[in-house]
C-alpha cells in the first residue's frame, strides 16, 4: 500500500466533500495553503477522525456528517472554505463561530465560480470586449 502524504490526504477529503476531483481541486493552487490553515484551526484528534471518515471512496460525506454532528460541522467548514474561499469558524464552548478571511486569492480561487463556468468579479481580467460574446456553453436565443 502507498502512503500518502498529508496535502493528498486533504485533497482525498476535500474531493469527497466538495465533489470536485483532485486535479481540480489541486489546479487551485490552494491545496497546501488550505490544508495548513485547516490543522491549525482544528484540534488534532477532530480532523483526524474527518481524515479517517472520508478516506474510503466510498464514503458518503452527508452519512459521516449525519452520525456525527462535530464531524459535520467541520466538513461543512472545509466545504465553505472550497467553495467560497473564508473559514466560516467552529462553534466555540459558547456555541459562537467566528468567521476567518483568508487572502483575497482564495476568494478568488473558490470552486463557487468554476461551478459555473465563471470567474470572481472584480479578481480576473476576462479581457477587452469579452462582455459583448456570449458566454462559452450559454444557450442561443438569450437577449444580447
Known amino acids: 500500500m502507498v502512503s500518502m502524504t498529508l ?3 486533504f485533497v ?4 469527497a466533500l466538495t465533489g470536485f476531483d483532485a486535479a481540480e481541486l489541486t489546479a487551485t493552487g490552494m491545496t497546501g495553503i488550505y ?7 482544528v484540534e488534532p484528534p477532530l480532523y483526524a477522525r474527518l481524515v479517517d471518515a472520508l478516506a474510503d471512496a466510498a464514503a458518503d460525506p452527508r452519512a459521516v456528517a449525519d452520525k456525527d454532528e462535530e464531524l459535520g460541522e467541520l466538513a461543512r467548514a472545509v466545504c465553505h472554505l472550497w467553495y467560497v ?3 466560516p469558524g467552529l462553534r466555540g464552548d459558547d456555541g459562537r463561530t467566528v468567521p476567518f478571511p483568508l487572502p ?3 476568494y478568488a480561487r473558490g470552486l ?3 461551478s459555473f463556468g465563471g ?3 472584480g479578481a480576473g481580467r476576462p479581457g477587452y470586449g469579452t462582455w459583448a460574446e456570449r458566454p462559452a456553453g450559454a444557450a442561443e436565443g438569450g437577449q444580447r
Open 119 to 121: 470567474q470572481a468579479p
Open 12 to 15: 482525498t477529503l476535500s474531493a
Open 112 to 114: 463557487v465560480w468554476s
Open 85 to 87: 474561499g473564508t473559514w
Open 7 to 9: 496535502t493528498e490526504r
Open 104 to 106: 483575497a486569492r482564495a
Open 35 to 41: 490544508r495548513e490553515f485547516v490543522v491549525r484551526q
